[in-house]
């Protein structure tokens, strides 16, 4: 299995199993702020995803998970100089929101 640091920033398309879980979930997302409804205090989750084979069913059907869900990489999404350029910008942006607390 591989190392939860690695399976951070699984570029969009990837296909994954959790842990727990018999479903494939493709990444559709990286690094979704969600709000608590008690407080609305704003939180980041690695991933958003749908579930496969159903796929884009309407926004209640999206699943947010971290990357410590992630038992198996089952296919890892296109990745070019674009979407690499992109994905250090957000690792910039969570190491800075990490080192601010929030």
Known sequence: MEDVADNRYLPYGSVVKLKEDGRLYMIIGL???AQKK???EVFYLDYSSIVLPKGYVGENEVVL???DKIEKVIYKGFVNDK???YYEDVKWE???RESNGK
Do not use: C, L
Request: net charge negative; proline share 0%; charged share 20%.
């Open 31 to 33: 690094q979704v702020g």
């Open 83 to 85: 979407i690499s350029s």
């Open 94 to 96: 969570v190491d800075r």
């Open 65 to 67: 998970f971290n990357a």
């Open 38 to 40: 008690d407080t609305n």
